[in-house]
């Protein structure tokens, strides 16, 4: 056996030093010991820095090495961190912290702080995160123990946002779009682009494309585009005409949203949307397109002026606009959508909601805020005696005019069939209005899942305070990718009645009994209704006369 020497500094075999060489005395082996000591404590403190993340090593957190998987439909993108001070941070003095990525990132689209929970081993959400360099930061009003910044795998893909010219986008559009249309332009007769732009500031993460528009609401448009389509020249003059506008305004793509074209446009449009592409591309920019949703007939599908299979080729994206007719939006989309999809990759496509109810009736469909809508639901008038006077302690009727059940009116209501919210209402003829909210959109987002599209569009995102917040069931979808389907509570859809002064009874069906009070004077009957999100209430004043005396009446005498 041989017997194989210590490799250790202080060996009592060893003939040399720590570095080699012969020993000199006896204090080699207390100072060799103590080199290692050091080596080993600064070992130690180099694998806990490595381990903390070294200089992302906030006070408060630092990172722990615990291996923890995330949820499904998730990923890491920083170590988990564990906080450090041995008292938590007070409630309701939120502080800011900085956590180093352990992957590179273009935005900071779905990334949120998460805290988690050991003991039943569940993440949950603490505040979104942003991006600064190579670092996720974000304000947090607790302090968990384990922290972590994840990123939603499963995402609802592309965010569209239009705006009007000028407009400002929806506080709660912050931070979530990817891509905006400022409708800023209309084609000109001579092919050249009227218009100007937007002056809007958006962070690196949103693609900024403007539109060029036009719509059969504007009488003059749709004969100029058939006339910009109608020859080779006309259509090369025209994407000429738009490259010059890309250029000097350093847009890095472009919207077209040409709109209410006729049959005969088909190749024409076709021929410009693909010389378009390819010179936007030529120059690494992007072309994206809005264009209506086809017509169900009878047998088949009806792209109508759209060639959507070679449009899809040409253009990176592709915005279904709002289809308008809620009354058959649930049985047609499903056909269209499933039709598109076999045309088009279906990532291109964008399905677009909208914040504007709709009303329909033998004349057409418009839409209309959600404002105008609850006025028209809220029109108030009363039922008085033959001469319209209202007398003290008397027994009156006050009438919600459009939505009067007595009338054979629905009353707001919510529709299974149309997954809306929606009253009916006589002017001329009868009318029935849509209103998207919260619920409704929910629905309709519910189609961009179903059928694996490329992301949604909010025909309007800006602060107009007129339209109905549908920013509350985009959020969740942007967050998760999942809709949220939930229908209102009957009981908020009903009319509420209040009355300055004497009691009110009845009101569900649209019309209250008002027994007025015993003093004349001008009181207030107030109508509130809500369409399961919001409530709008109207006012009307009534003068509430004295009831004349009594006229004595003379009896004749007899003698």
């Not at 001579?190 to 993460?205: L, N």
Request: proline share 6%; charged share 20%.
């Amino acid at each position: 056996m041989t017997r194989r020497s210590s490799q250790l500094p202080w060996s009592g075999r060893s003939t040399g030093n720590l570095y080699g060489g012969p020993r000199h005395s006896g204090i080699g082996r207390p100072v060799a010991l103590g080199l290692i000591v050091l080596g080993v404590v600064a070992l130690l403190v180099f694998l806990f820095m490595r381990m903390c993340g070294g200089e992302s090593c906030t006070e408060e957190y630092c990172a722990s090495g615990t291996a923890v998987a995330p949820p499904e439909g998730y990923e890491l993108v920083t170590k988990v961190y564990e906080y450090q001070r041995d008292e938590p941070i007070p409630a309701g003095n939120s502080f800011t912290i900085s956590l180093e990525l352990t992957k590179e990132l273009e935005d900071s689209r779905n990334l949120s702080f998460y805290q988690y929970l050991p003991e039943t081993e569940v993440w949950e959400p603490l505040a979104p995160a942003t991006l600064e360099g190579e670092h996720a930061v974000g304000s947090l009003a607790s302090s968990p123990l384990q922290i972590a910044v994840l990123r939603r795998l499963s995402q609802a893909g592309h965010v569209v946002a239009y705006l009007p010219n000028g407009g400002t986008l929806h506080p709660s559009a912050m931070g979530k779009i990817t891509i905006l249309h400022t409708r800023d332009f209309k084609p000109a007769a001579d092919g050249a682009i009227e218009g100007t732009r937007s002056q809007v500031q958006v962070d690196k993460s949103v693609a900024w494309y403007p539109v060029i528009s036009a719509d059969a609401r504007d009488q003059s448009a749709i004969p100029i585009v058939n006339g910009i389509l109608s020859s080779a020249g006309s259509r090369s003059n025209h994407v000429q005409q738009i490259m010059k506008l890309v250029t000097e305004n350093q847009f890095a793509g472009i919207d077209i949203a040409y709109l209410d074209l006729q049959p005969g446009d088909r190749t024409g449009f076709t021929l410009f949307a693909i010389d378009l592409a390819n010179a936007l591309h030529a120059q690494g920019k992007i072309l994206t397109l809005t264009l209506p949703a086809p017509v169900k007939a009878q047998d088949r599908i009806d792209e109508g002026a759209y060639d959507w299979a070679q449009l899809g080729k040409a253009a990176d994206v592709v915005k279904i606009n709002p289809y308008r007719d809620q009354s058959t939006y649930r049985q047609v989309m499903p056909e269209v959508l499933e039709y598109l999809r076999s045309v088009v990759e279906p990532t291109k496509l964008v399905l677009t909601v909208s914040p504007y109810a709709t009303e329909k009736a033998v004349d057409g469909i418009r839409t209309m805020s959600l404002t105008e809508a609850m006025v028209i639901a809220t029109s108030l008038g009363l039922r008085a005696g033959a001469d319209g006077k209202v007398m003290t302690s008397s027994n009156i009727t006050i009438v919600a005019t459009n939505i009067d059940r007595d009338e054979n009116l629905s009353g707001v209501k919510w529709s299974p069939e149309t997954a809306s919210v929606f009253f009916t209402y006589k002017l001329q003829t009868g009318r029935t209005v849509w209103i998207e909210n919260f619920y409704s959109i929910g629905f309709k987002l519910e189609f961009i899942s179903r059928y694996g599209l490329g992301g949604v569009g909010v025909e309007d995102a800006s602060g107009n305070e007129t339209l109905g917040n549908i920013w509350t069931a985009l959020d969740p979808f942007i967050t998760s990718g999942q809709p949220v389907l939930m229908q209102p509570n009957p009981q908020d859809l009903e009319p509420q009645w209040a009355v300055s002064a004497g009691t009110a009874e009845g009101g569900a069906d649209g019309s209250m009994d008002w027994a007025t009070p015993a003093q004349p004077g001008t009181y207030t009957v107030t109508l509130t209704l809500s369409d399961g999100v919001a409530l709008f209430e109207n006012q009307i004043p009534v003068d509430v006369q004295a009831r004349p005396a009594a006229t004595a009446t003379a009896t004749p005498g007899t003698g």
